[in-house]
């Protein structure tokens, strides 16, 4: 089992910027995709974003041409850039782990193996 460990996040206003990152240790990392997701009260854990082990990356809607989905193996480490944030972007953020080795394509929920423990991203008007 992988252990991801998450920083990053907090408050900034709209149109701002932040980068969360996510450790992860406990297993080969450059096997697995990696992606994040974001959750708010009273709704689904939602994906955000998504690399796979092989580089691709895929982006929900409501993040595409403002987040960038990164990975540095050397690091063991997945970043989340976001830019042009909107309040709406509020939310929980977090680092998920593929359990599937070499896997390619979307990551959903139920796929995931390993969870950070979430990081709150506030973007304020």
């Known amino acids: 089992q992988v252990q991801l460990v998450e920083s990053g996040g907090g408050l900034v206003q709209t149109g701002g910027s932040l980068r969360l990152s996510c450790e992860a240790s406990?297993?080969?990392?450059?096997?697995?995709?990696m992606g994040w997701f974001r959750q708010v009260p009273g709704k689904e854990r939602e994906f955000v974003a998504t690399i796979t082990w092989i580089a691709r990356t895929y982006y929900a809607d409501s993040v595409k041409g403002r987040f960038t989905i990164s990975r540095d193996n050397a690091k063991s480490t997945v970043y989340l850039q976001m830019t042009s944030l909107k309040p709406e972007d509020t939310a929980v953020y977090y680092c998920a782990a593929d359990s599937r080795k070499s896997a390619g394509g979307t990551l959903e929920a139920t796929d995931v193996g390993s969870w950070g423990q979430g990081t709150q991203v506030t973007v304020s008007s």
């Open positions: 406990g297993r080969t990392f450059s096997m697995y995709a």
